[in-house]
């Protein structure tokens, strides 16, 4: 199983432009979880699916912060504009089964907005 | 609302010496409560958890036991090697039922073993 899948593993941006962060979860995975991780504020839930409906976005930020999952295997995640705040590990995750807490996490896209 | 209290660390180790991490908890009723591990470039991965009071999660010479009387769940390790070196991060999943899926996380400690 090739595992969550997520790109670009680096972006560097400029403040003001758009960004789109991509996501492949683990086949069969109903749940999606996309995180962001910051020295400061630690690991923080941005938003999460299931069976591709948005569930819970009480985490998204402000609303320059948007995400979709149009199918079963696809999800991103987009800054517009983005910011210099916005510089962080961005994680997804996927779950079979979400009730039971075990999430299996991509390897994040290190964002950093000049 | 659901926190997670973990030592902040860095914690600085010996290969062969034993590791304590502490972890505290603050949920209403019984969460699961679970470590995961984050390795150097890579994504979190589960490495131990337990679901009831008392319950003891192991894996890979790692455990923890769920104590409600003191909520907590410190993580442990008889003799760290190298390849142990990461961040290790506890998290609760608030009780089952109704759509509460979020695990909560604790801000990580990082763990350096020399050899």
Known sequence: DAGVIQSPRHEVTEMGQEVTLRCKPISGHDYLFWYRQTMMRGLELLIYFNNNVPIDDSGMPEDRFSAKMPNASFSTLKIQPSEPRDSAVYFCASSLDASMGTQYFGPGTRLLVL | ?115
Not at chain 2, 46 to 66: M, P, V, W
Not at chain 2, 98 to 109: E, P, V, W
Request: hydrophobic share 30%; net charge negative.
């Open chain 2, 1 to 115: 609302g659901d926190s997670v209290t973990q030592m902040e660390g860095p914690v600085t180790l010996s290969e062969e010496a034993f590791l304590t991490i502490n972890c505290t908890y603050t949920a209403t009723g019984y969460p699961s409560l679970f470590w995961y591990v984050q390795y150097p470039g890579e994504g979190l991965q589960l490495l131990l958890k337990a679901t009831k009071a008392d319950d003891k999660g192991s894996n890979k010479g790692f455990e923890a036991t769920y104590r409600k009387e003191t909520t907590s769940f410190h993580l442990e390790k008889g003799s760290v090697q190298v390849s142990d070196s990461a961040v290790y991060f506890c998290a609760l999943k608030g009780e089952s039922g109704g759509s509460n899926y979020k695990l909560t996380f604790g801000k990580g400690t990082l763990l350096t073993v020399n050899p």
